[in-house]
C-alpha cells in the first residue's frame, strides 16, 4: 500500500498525523481478514479509494469553518477518520446502523488515539443529535440523503451537507439549484480513480 499517496497531496502533516496515516495500512487489513469491511479488491488500494477519497473534502477546504462535524453511513470509517485525522480539532462523530463495522471504526479510533471522534451504531433518522456540517460517501441518491439527515443540521446559515458522489447526478440535484456547488476531485488528485469523482456541497439554510 503506498502510504506517500497521502503524503503527495498533505505535504504538511505533523509527525503524529504521519503516524496515525501509516497506522491504517496496518489495521485495516487486519481487520479486513476477521470481518469484510472494504472491499477484497479495495483493500491493497485503500490508500487511493478510501482514505485520500475522503481527504478530497479537506483539499477543497470545505469544513475549515465547521467545529461539530456528522459522519453518515460511515461503513468502515471514511471519510470521517482520514478526516479526524487532519482536524484535530474537530469533533467527529461516525455513525452507522451495522454493528460489526462500528466496532472495527471504535477499535481503530481507540488505536490511533484520535480523541477528537467518536462511533456509534444508530441510524441517522433515529439520531437526534444535531451538527453544522454533515459529511458522508455516496450511502444513497443525494435527495433521500438530504431527507434522512436534514433533522440533523443546525438551523444556521452555514450549516451544510458535503457529500462524496460518482457518476452522472446532475438530474437528482436539480430541485436544489443555487444551494448546491459542485467541485471536481480529478481537479486535485490526478489519480485515474477520481475521474468521475465529485464533491457536493449544500447549503440548505443559506439565505
Not at 504538511?12 to 485495516?28: A, V
Not at 453544522?132 to 450549516?159: G, H
Request: hydrophobic share 40%; glycine share 4%.
Amino acid at each position: 500500500m503506498d502510504t506517500n499517496i497521502v503524503f503527495k497531496y498533505f505535504p504538511n502533516l505533523t509527525d503524529i498525523q504521519i503516524k496515525q496515516f501509516e497506522s491504517l495500512g496496518n489495521l485495516y487489513p487486519e481487520w479486513n481478514d476477521k470481518i469484510n469491511v472494504i472491499s477484497r479488491n479495495d483493500i491493497d488500494q485503500l490508500y487511493t479509494r478510501h482514505i485520500l477519497h475522503s481527504l478530497a473534502i479537506a483539499k477543497f477546504d470545505l469544513i475549515h469553518d465547521s467545529n461539530n462535524i456528522l459522519d453518515v453511513g460511515t461503513g468502515g470509517g471514511f471519510p470521517g477518520i482520514p478526516l479526524a485525522i487532519l482536524y484535530p480539532d474537530k469533533k467527529f462523530t461516525l455513525i452507522d446502523s451495522i454493528g460489526k463495522k462500528i466496532t472495527v471504526v471504535q477499535d481503530i479510533i481507540k488505536k490511533l488515539n484520535l480523541n477528537n471522534a467518536t462511533a456509534l451504531q444508530v441510524k441517522s433518522t433515529c439520531f437526534k443529535q444535531k451538527f453544522d456540517t454533515i459529511v458522508s460517501r455516496a450511502v444513497t441518491a443525494f435527495p433521500n440523503f438530504v431527507k434522512q439527515t436534514l433533522s440533523n443540521l443546525e438551523n444556521k446559515q452555514n450549516s451544510k451537507i458535503v457529500y462524496l458522489k460518482g457518476g452522472d447526478f446532475l438530474e437528482e440535484i436539480s430541485q436544489y439549484k443555487n444551494s448546491i456547488q459542485i467541485y471536481n476531485i480529478p481537479d486535485i488528485f490526478t489519480e485515474d480513480f477520481f475521474e468521475t469523482k465529485k464533491v457536493i456541497k449544500y447549503l440548505p439554510f443559506e439565505k
